[in-house]
């Protein structure tokens, strides 16, 4: 699958440096973040740089989710437990090199075979106008940290993350939740 998936960004035009960029750089584990920050501005649909969407979601243990109150009065779901898998790259995540990820390659040749019947433009027109899963009806999610100035996928989205992300998508559509980190005095 990955050396389908690399043959199939060269072919669309993605650089062969952006390429082996998204094979080395990792991805955070963004469970340490939900720990120490907090909900603080309504959330809100805006179009993101990927360059700055540095998390995806991680797998879970278990089924167990926690609820986040958000300002806005609306509920965010988070998982409560996950497994370190921030020494993954982005194209190890796409790719599906790990077995035990909870990523649905399904979703991940779903979207493949979308990408390839579409330019590289109008595939980077979806991610930044419209990015919604056609199955769920929902836009990606996305935690942003604000401190850190840097986001991570908040629930749905991570298959279009990844695929935005790793094809080089210069933005991505998202339902944003705001987060500040949560004074050490507290």
């Known amino acids: 699958m990955r050396e389908m998936i690399e043959n199939l960004l060269l072919e669309k035009g993605v650089p062969r440096e952006h390429i082996e960029k998204m094979k080395v750089e990792t991805s955070i584990n963004s469970r340490e973040y939900y720990e120490r920050y907090k909900s603080t501005r309504i959330s809100k ?3 993101v740089d990927t360059r700055k969407i540095k998390g995806v979601g991680n797998r879970l243990e278990d089924t167990e989710e926690r609820i986040l109150a958000t300002v806005d009065g609306g509920y965010h779901v ?3 437990y996950t497994v370190d898998y921030d020494r993954l790259s982005w194209f190890d995540y796409i790719s599906m090199k790990d077995e035990g990820l909870t990523l649905s390659k399904g979703k991940i040749l779903d979207i493949y075979y979308k990408f390839e019947e579409k330019s590289l433009q109008e595939n980077y027109d979806y991610y930044s106008e419209n990015g919604v ?3 769920s009806g929902s836009l990606t999610k996305l935690a942003y940290f604000e401190d850190e100035d840097i986001y991570a996928v908040a629930g749905d ?3 279009r993350t ?3 992300k790793v094809s080089g998508a210069p933005y991505l559509l998202a339902y944003v939740y705001y987060y500040k980190k949560i004074p050490l005095n507290s």
């Open 45 to 47: 649909e805006e179009l």
């Open 78 to 80: 988070t998982p409560a």
């Open 133 to 135: 899963d056609p199955g």
């Open 157 to 159: 989205g991570t298959h």
């Open 162 to 164: 990844l695929w935005a």
